[in-house]
């Protein structure tokens, strides 16, 4: 383990940050272009973290941060090893090309700016949950990626399936969020560790905890709604209201595969249990099945590929799940494969879009000399994608099926859900890739036309880079996948498959998966009407009940709204009174411990019991008050007896605070109460006296026996010699009192005069207030006016 040079990754973390800064002012005097000059903030990212590459070949493990809250543990802290380096080269290579396609794709509109900025604050919070090695770090990334996609998802906020599908993404992935902050705190509490570099050493302490169970439902809970799985896969689709660049980056990059890095992080520590690899290849392998039909559900393109992004998720998580290096590894070659084909499909649907002004895959036919570098880009990308070779996804298909196939009725289950769930994922990679471009010439909204340079770089340098990763896999698994394998796996791997097929069941069931995506391309049309036909059947789906789950949980708040807060202050003063005393009068109930029954002194003098009389008398007085005036000048008898019991017991500076607040606190009373219309006598019937006479005894009694429990308690005096002996020495005051309110507890003391302000001012506005009065013009009787 060696440490990275700390300032240096702190300023490439901040950079997209920084570069979101000056992304408006840079659109508005470059326009469009401005993305030229953006793209270097992700291509200088790139180049940083390649440079990681050669040492995290030979093993090694970059760490590095700063310390945030040393008291409670916390640090502001990077884990740099085979899978976070992967993540990161594969967000910010992509992300450099994100940017370019961006500026050619929004040429033109308007927030531009805007849009360039929650990109680059995507991208920076994407990374650093990939990069964190501080949990506090990783959950605030986390969430930070659940409010920048709200931002672009919903960027066209003027649509309301814009807005829509931004809200369901934020509820969804945002409440996973917090299921992942509660698991991560008990896995905190149970190794007693914040850093994941420390958690990755202590697996077995974590598996044998009680406590396992809980932290793996909790983490898995942050995981599916993060990555999509079945049954919270329903935002994903819908969360292609956004632009096209966003789908692209979301699709391959960015945040549906922070719920795989979090499984595959947390694979040595979390993984080799029963529960890990029953849950995670259930649903995983429900998502992929779910995820695939669904795609060839749809016409539009992009939605066709947000529903394959479903199945890949599904099929990674499966994967994860499965327990035994060849399916991590077949995991980790099927990520990569995706990240590439994917970000380019998704561009393609773009130019698409971009070039004829629709997505309908009903709509278009004979693009392919009209377009034939989109052409290009598309095949080469289906090709990675229906696993042929000689591309990356070839690869990752032949270790998905090397890694599943055994003779058991477990694998076989999981084998067959594999070959079904690749082989529509290939019909819908080529129907992309085929059915625009060849065929008749289909009359489109737009003029068919190639996009511009800044369009088609990015699927085109994307496929390049599949096929060049396939063509040079020893390189290609030296430097990435072995060294992200052997991170996920916990030890030292080495990834050797290549384009030379597995002789034998795997090479077999890639070929039934392609004769399998041969026939269901043959029908497509007759396969689609089949498979609307039985979501027709159901009619119930997770986006509907998202629906009606928000709909039922604003009536269930609007019901408990009316009740808590009917609007009526004596309701609230009452309640409020109520749970005062239960706090009070409850723990000594159920606790037994009430406090002794004070004994009259026998040492008490005169003065003092004169003091007592006042108190009491100005009681009687209140009680007996005939108006409310009378009652709130009697009611400040009781503040300036306390204030002569300050006095007498030798606290003048306390006793003068005393007598000014008392002071002032009848004073406002009284203004304030000349300003209310108030009834001279109360017209509450008995019972409610009687019930708020019951409350006032009641919380009185609880203010009296806490005061008598607190007093008879054992005097600590830490605190008093704490203060005697620093106040001169660290505050340089002799007044004891006056340098606790104003150094010791000085920001205390300030709230304080802010709250005393605030309330001085609203009084200030009370006092003020007039009652128009109606004024009638001589001259005209019908005529009124109001004067202040």
């Known amino acids: 383990m060696s440490a990275a040079a700390p300032g240096t990754t702190f300023i490439v973390l901040m950079l997209p940050f920084l570069a979101a800064l000056v992304a408006p002012w840079l659109t508005r005097k470059l326009g469009h272009n401005a993305a030229w000059l953006l793209a270097l903030a992700p291509l200088a990212i790139f180049i940083h973290f390649l440079g990681f590459s050669a040492e995290i070949a030979r093993g090694e493990v970059v760490t590095g941060g700063f310390k945030w809250v040393p008291s409670y543990n916390v640090s502001f802290s990077w884990l740099i090893d085979g899978l976070s380096m992967t993540f990161a080269l594969l967000i910010s290579g992509i ?10 794709y929004l040429k033109g509109n308007a927030q531009l700016g805007r849009f360039f900025s929650f990109m680059l604050l995507f991208m920076g919070a994407m990374l650093g949950v990939v990069i964190s090695d501080s949990f506090l770090m990783l959950f605030v990334y986390w969430e930070l990626t659940s409010i920048t996609s709200f931002l672009l998802i919903g960027f066209d906020n003027t649509r309301e399936a814009s807005r829509r599908a931004a809200l369901q993404a934020l509820v969804v992935t945002g409440g996973g969020g917090l299921a992942l902050l509660a698991g991560l705190l008990v896995i905190w509490n149970i190794t007693g560790v914040s850093q994941i570099s420390l958690l990755l050493t202590l697996g077995d302490d974590l598996r044998n905890s009680p406590f396992y169970l809980a932290a793996l439902l909790l983490v898995l809970g942050g995981a599916f709604s993060k990555s999509a799985q079945f049954p919270l896969h329903f935002w994903l689709p819908n969360a292609m209201e956004a632009p096209t660049p966003v789908s ?24 080799d249990t029963f529960w890990w690899e029953t849950i995670l290849p259930i649903f995983g392998g429900t998502t992929l099945i779910v995820g695939s039909l669904l795609a060839i559900r749809q016409t539009d393109i992009k939605i066709m590929l947000a529903y394959t992004t479903v199945a890949s998720l599904g099929l990674m998580v499966m ?69 042929l070779p000689p591309m990356f996804g070839f690869l990752a298909k032949e270790e998905v099926y090397a890694a599943l196939w055994a003779a058991d009725a477990w694998s076989l289950f999981f084998v067959a859900v594999a070959v079904i769930g690749n082989g529509l994922m290939f019909v819908a990679g080529f129907v992309v890739a085929i059915k625009p471009f060849f065929g008749p010439v289909v009359k489109t909204p737009k003029h068919a036309h190639e996009g511009p340079i800044l369009l088609w770089l990015g699927p085109l340098t994307l496929g390049i880079v599949a096929l060049v990763g396939a ?17 996920v796996v916990g030890e030292p791997e080495t990834v050797t498959i290549s384009l030379i097929p597995h002789i034998g069941m795997p090479l077999a069931l890639s070929l039934v998966t392609i004769v399998f995506g041969i026939v269901v391309y043959r029908l497509f049309d007759r396969a689609r009407d089949m498979v609307a036909r039985v979501l027709a059947a159901f009619g119930w789906g997770p986006d509907r009940g998202f629906d009606q789950f928000i709909f039922g949980l604003v009536r269930f708040s609007s019901s408990i709204t009316r009740v808590l807060q009917p609007g009526r202050l004596d309701i609230y003063m009452t309640v409020t009174f109520i749970m005062i005393a239960i706090a009070f009068l409850g723990p000594m109930a159920w606790y037994g411990e009430w406090p002794s029954m004070p004994v009259w002194p026998k040492d008490a003098q005169f003065h003092e019991l004169v003091v ?17 005036l009378t009652a709130i000048v009697s009611l400040g008898i009781q503040g300036f007896a306390v204030a002569l019991i300050f006095m007498l017991f030798g606290a003048p500076d306390l006793s003068f605070t005393q007598f000014m607040v008392e002071t002032l606190a009848v004073v406002i009373l009284a203004l304030v109460m000349t300003r209310l219309k108030l009834t001279a006598v109360d017209h509450r019937p ?45 505050a340089h005051g002799a007044n004891v009192v006056n340098v606790i309110i104003v150094d010791f507890r ?26 128009p009065r109606v004024v009638v013009a001589d001259n005209d009787p019908d005529r009124r006016e109001e004067a202040g």
């Open 95 to 104: 992300g450099a090309l994100i940017m370019l396609y961006s500026g050619g």
């Open 248 to 271: 692209a980056y979301l699709h391959s990059a960015t945040m549906v595969k922070a719920g795989v890095y979090l499984l595959m992080r947390l694979n040595p520590v979390l993984g």
């Open 319 to 387: 994967l994860t799940g499965f327990g035994s290096e060849h399916a991590i590894a077949a995991a980790v070659l099927y990520l990569l494969a995706h990240s590439l084909f994917k970000g380019a499909l998704f561009m393609v649907a773009g130019l698409i879009d971009h070039g004829t002004g629709t997505r309908d895959v009903t709509r278009l036919g004979g693009l392919r000399k009209a377009m034939p570098i989109t052409f290009v880009a598309a095949m080469i990308a289906a090709v990675s994608m229906g696993g």
């Open 471 to 487: 063509l040079a896999s020893p390189f290609a698994h030296h430097l990435f996948t072995s060294p992200m394998t052997s991170a």
């Open 612 to 628: 007592i009389a006042i108190a009491f008398i100005g009681i009687l007085a209140v009680i007996n008050a005939k108006d409310r």
């Open 686 to 730: 008995t019972r409610e006296k009687v019930s708020d006479m019951s409350v006032a005894l009641a919380c009185g009694t609880g203010f009296a026996l806490y005061l008598l429990a607190v007093t008879q308690q054992p005097f600590n005096s830490y605190l008093s010699d704490f203060f005697s002996a620093y106040s001169k020495v660290v």
């Open 746 to 771: 000085g920001t205390d003391t300030l709230g304080e005069i802010a709250v005393v302000m605030v309330t001085g001012l609203a009084i200030l506005s009370l006092i003020r207030i007039r009652t």
